[in-house]
């Protein structure tokens, strides 16, 4: 019999302003419901999930504004592009969230959408917090003092 080879992880879209606006806490990987033109037309690697974030709903968690573009070749078929979509966890994680969420003031937010080796469509959440103004700048600060330390080490060494 023949062997199926184990397809490399494809990342779909990326938020990555996500980890200068916020600080990340904790990271979980979720599944997300698609219809079939969905999963077709995040295969083309058209997404957006940078205005994006997570919500709970009903003790369920939700996709909220990610931006998974129409296939072209589907035709009345077709999905709504920023509709909301369920994201699949299990139970402990929800309640889990669900109370970080409401009791301390936290925010999820999807740091990257990819393809695992099986072909599903996973995403990765984060449990952050919002960054103030001074944060921000510190983080900068500090990017850049890295910056110039290993040019400097490079232009000794």
């Known amino acids: 019999m023949t062997e199926k080879k184990a397809r490399p992880i494809k990342v779909v879209a990326e938020n990555r302003k996500a980890r200068f606006n916020y600080s990340i806490e904790d990271t979980f990987e979720a599944g997300v419901m698609l219809t079939g033109t969905e999963v077709k037309s995040a295969r083309n690697g058209k997404s957006t999930i940078s205005?994006?974030?997570?919500?709970?709903?009903?003790?369920?968690?939700?996709?909220?504004?990610?931006?998974?573009p129409e296939y072209l070749q589907a035709n009345r078929f077709n999905h709504e592009p920023r509709r909301p979509r369920k994201l699949l966890l299990h139970k402990r994680q929800i309640n889990k969230l669900i109370g970080a969420i409401?009791?301390?003031?936290?925010?999820?937010?999807?740091?990257?959408?990819?393809?695992?080796?099986?072909?599903?469509l996973k995403l990765e959440l984060a449990l952050a917090k919002?960054?103030?103004l001074h944060d921000k700048r510190e983080t900068e600060k500090k990017r850049d003092w890295s910056r110039e330390k290993s040019r400097l080490l490079r232009a000794r060494g």
């Open 102 to 120: 409401e009791r301390e003031g936290m925010t999820l937010i999807p740091l990257k959408m990819y393809f695992n080796e099986q072909g599903r």
């Open 51 to 68: 205005e994006s974030y997570a919500d709970s709903k009903n003790g369920e968690i939700w996709l909220v504004n990610a931006n998974i």
């Open 130 to 132: 919002g960054k103030k």
